[in-house]
């Protein structure tokens, strides 16, 4: 193995079911049951398992929620469904680095649209998993074309289906995925 292994599970159906199937995959990480496992928040507001090394995030979006479990690596996760209606330029303006703006105004739009979201997607699993909030200054750092300023973390595009973009955050500089995956009720 290359690195720590961050098992990931990819579900479709109601976003508000991922609470209850959260504590369900945790179950299977620590020597609780589901109503067992206690969630408690950073002083930032990042959740973690009370008493434990077992490291997720979730993220959800359109009919889809991505969650990453990870032993004694701390990791962040984000998925976005990849809607034509957002102005990439104009958000890019605001939150993105300088050299991933320059990289974004070179394509044509249909090319736009898809960096704009594999960028954000990476930027948004980067600052879940250090728990920083949309504050912490996304064009102060880097995840297009390269990564600059958030070491040690690394950050992996995730295939999730047509019409979305992911990313996974892990705080290590290699790391191993394995994919979970289920359906609704399948877990």
């Not at 398992?49 to 962040?76: K, M, P, R």
């Not at 249909?110 to 960096?115: E, T, V």
């Not at 980067?126 to 690394?154: H, N, Q, T």
């Amino acid at each position: 193995m290359s690195g720590p292994a961050v098992h990931l599970y990819r579900f479709e159906g109601d976003w508000r079911a991922s609470g209850h199937t959260l504590l369900v995959l945790l179950s299977r990480y620590v020597p609780s049951e589901p109503d067992e496992i206690r969630l408690r928040r950073t002083d930032k507001g990042k959740p973690y398992v009370e008493d434990s090394d077992i490291f997720f995030n979730l993220s959800h979006t359109v009919n889809l929620t991505v969650v990453a479990i990870a032993q004694g690596v701390e990791v962040g996760v984000d998925v976005e469904a990849m809607e034509a209606r957002v102005d990439p330029l104009a958000i890019a303006s605001r939150f993105f680095h300088p050299a991933e703006r320059a990289a974004l105004a070179a394509l044509e739009s249909a090319a736009q649209l898809d960096l704009f979201f594999r960028i954000w997607v990476r930027k948004e699993a980067f600052v879940k998993g250090v728990g920083g909030g949309l504050s912490m200054g996304l064009d102060k750092f880097r995840v297009y074309p390269d990564c600059a300023g958030i070491e040690p973390w690394s950050i992996a595009d995730i295939e999730v289906g047509s019409g979305y973009a992911a990313a996974l955050a892990v705080k290590e500089p290699r790391f191993e995925i394995q994919w979970r995956q289920f359906g609704c009720g399948r877990i």
